[in-house]
């Protein structure tokens, strides 16, 4: 299977829900024709489900007058598509987090962006009523609204879901002539820029992070050599001096700059190396002299520079306001 363990974070259902609690205070209010004076408000019920059911309902029940029946105004919504959204697609290594305990944040990857078509179907007795709703709905979508979720709980992170007004369709239909009207349906086609998230995981909180920087063996090579004095007539390495392997310096094979140095356990850096140095034979000192015979060494890159970065303070959550406290290290140290 695609995961290791089961997750459901009901996020369809939600959306469900978001989009119906938008249209569940419309009102149909009627007033007095001559005193304009209110009469009666009522709420518009809305329900879930797909206009087939309505508009049948309708139809068989012209009247609306058995024991069982509709009471219009009423609105009803439905998903009718779902399809990927790949102009919305982010990178698929970034991950939403949020504090679960002291030592461990919930955490996922970024969530894949899919839109969700809902239609919402308006039916009334009067041509009017529902001009009324419809009037209720059109000013908040330019074409579009938005509202904010908190899609995943575990995690805490809220996103703004846009939901567009596509587009809109009327229709009235008459019972014999004209004069008749059996029901007036407003259709809206609505389109939600929705998330899909994946499973949530509970890995450690990141307290320290180091960033080592090294150098380029391509552009300037390092060496870590060992030596001793079994060959050669020992002597004092300075920084900066030169160091070659060969007869002399004019036909020396190999050849760098002292970085440090450490007489205790004869552990010599040398940087900007050029050439190839050998074991067993011996390495010398421009300026100094100073000769041994190469033990062992290390071609790999120099580390330069070690950063050390915790927050402040060091016991500050995922949640909180917090600023971090960065110290800096050269390198080579010689040990």
Do not use: C
């Not at 069982?68 to 102009?87: A, F, K, R, W």
């Not at 920087?213 to 020992?234: F, P």
């Amino acid at each position: 299977m695609l995961s290791n363990y089961h997750f459901y974070h009901r996020l369809t259902r939600k959306y469900v829900v978001v989009f119906g609690n938008m249209f569940n205070n419309i009102t149909l209010l009627k007033a007095n024709r001559d005193t304009n004076e209110e009469i009666e408000r009522t709420k518009v019920p809305i329900v879930f489900g797909p206009k087939e059911k309505y508009i049948t309902r309708t139809q068989s029940d012209p009247d609306l007058n058995k024991e069982i029946q509709i009471n219009l105004p009423v609105m009803s919504y439905d998903i009718t598509t779902v399809s990927y959204d790949p102009s919305r697609k982010q990178n698929s290594m970034l991950r939403v987090s949020g504090s679960d305990t002291t030592s461990r944040v919930a955490s996922q990857w970024q969530g894949v962006p899919y839109d969700l078509g809902f239609t919402l179907e308006i039916y009334a007795r009067h041509i009017d009523d529902a001009d009324q709703i419809v009037e209720q709905i059109f000013p908040y979508f330019t074409p579009d609204y938005s509202v904010t979720m908190e899609s995943v709980p575990e995690v805490g992170f809220k996103r703004d879901i846009p939901i567009i007004l596509n587009n809109v369709n009327r229709k009235i239909e008459y019972e014999g002539n004209f004069d008749s009207v059996r029901y007036v349906n407003w259709s809206l086609d609505f389109n939600m820029k929705a998330w899909y998230y994946g499973p949530v995981s509970t890995p450690k909180i990141i307290r320290t992070v180091f960033a080592n920087i090294y150098n380029d063996l391509s552009l300037q090579a390092g060496y870590i050599v060992r030596v001793n004095t079994v060959e050669g007539n020992g002597g004092i390495w300075k920084l900066d001096d030169m160091v070659y392997q060969g007869d002399n310096q004019e036909s020396a094979t190999a050849f760098g700059t002292v970085i440090a140095w450490n007489p205790l356990n004869g552990k010599l850096v040398i940087g900007g190396a050029q050439g190839q140095f050998k074991l067993d034979q011996i390495i010398r000192a421009v300026s100094t002299n100073a000769a041994y015979k190469i033990d062992s060494f290390d071609a790999s890159p120099l580390k330069l520079v070690e950063i050390k970065i915790v927050p402040d303070p060091i016991d500050a959550e995922p949640d909180d306001d917090y600023g971090y406290t960065t110290t800096i290290k050269e390198f080579p140290e010689v040990s």
